[in-house]
């Protein structure tokens, strides 16, 4: 079993900042890889930025600039730093890993979402 958590969300106003954690806790033996995705209310999920083991960053055109991806493989830690924020990343943030529970065995899981709420 494997444990997805996300944390750090809340209401902020334009132009502001926060800051999201994710931990994954279980049966990993390593991180493949781990993201950010959004979705917003009548909208499908959508790619906010993602990190590989080896520290390869992708970020999504609306975000590029504003927000940064870390992690700590070491901890199976990831965090997404949002600055600049604007009402429409207005959304629930979920945390993505993937990882290997053993030499070939790949894994996915999801956590729970946090929302992040941007007034104008």
């Known amino acids: 079993q494997v444990q997805v958590v996300e944390s750090g969300g809340g209401l902020v106003q334009a132009g502001g900042s926060l800051r999201l954690s994710c931990a994954a806790s279980?049966?990993?033996?390593?991180?493949?890889?781990m993201a950010w995705y959004r979705q917003a209310p009548g909208k499908p999920r959508e790619l906010v930025a993602a990190?590989?083991?080896?520290?390869?960053?992708t970020y999504a055109d609306s975000v590029k600039g504003r927000f940064t991806i870390s992690g700590n493989n070491a901890r199976n830690m990831l965090y997404l730093q949002m600055n600049s924020l604007k009402p429409e990343d207005t959304a629930v943030y979920f945390c993505?890993?993937?990882?290997?529970?053993?030499?070939?065995?790949?894994?996915?899981?999801w956590g729970q979402g946090t929302q992040v709420t941007v007034s104008s």
């Open positions: 993505n890993a993937d990882y290997f529970m053993s030499k070939y065995n790949l894994s996915s899981s």
């Open positions: 990190i590989t083991a080896g520290g390869t960053t």
């Open positions: 279980g049966n990993i033996a390593s991180i493949s890889a």
